[in-house]
């Protein structure tokens, strides 16, 4: 890459598997992102608008016609197109850099999806991917509870999984560690109404009822089980 910072995508589950795919054009380094969004959420383009606000040749693909439509009329300099990133018609070796962020999780076929997204990357091109890891601490401590058990997330990994995934699709592992998300009160209240847990969601519901606004859409870095690696291509 050229010294141009990377973003990773907050990202939100959809029942009917990938829903969405951001792919963005640094100036002078490329870089794929790719966000899922949860059913009836509604895309606010935020992504694009802070990939052209740092000077990003920022593209879209989208499945949904009513997000693609959202996302032209929000972000106006980016190019956004209506279908999947499977078939998305980019060449070999097109991208610098891939983020997946809460994406893998949710594909019918994760190596294949994993092939195809290394293959749009130029040799010593970086995929970053943030998933649940499903041998971390609190997966372990809650069981059957844990937050990311959802109908949604088709597959999930351990970091020795993981690793064999992107070595398969042709990278070797730079870095494999646990990844902190960034969540506020109103968020989080929001997801466990979504996917509702004994106790959890009545309290969490209490306490944005309790929170000032502006605390509650305070984002803070907690641990929830997810990991985050960096591969590069072969």
Known sequence: ??????????????????????????????????????????????????LADAGCDAHGIDVNPHAVAQARRLVPAARVEQGWLEEAPWPAGHFDLAVLSDVIEHARDPWAFAARVADLLRPGGRMVVLTPDVGSLSARAMGGFWSHLKVEH???????????LLERAGCRVVTLRPAAKPLSVDYAARQFETFPLPLVTPALRHLRRLVPHRLAHRAVSLPMGEMLAVAEKL
């Open 154 to 164: 088709l597959v999930l990994f351990d970091r020795r999984g993981l690793s064999r």
């Open 1 to 50: 890459t050229t010294g141009a910072s990377s973003a990773v995508v907050a990202a939100e589950s959809s029942g009917r598997g990938f829903s969405c795919g951001l792919l963005a054009a640094w100036s002078r380094c490329r870089c794929l992102l790719h966000r899922v969004l949860r059913q009836k959420a509604a895309f606010t383009g935020a992504c694009l608008s802070v």
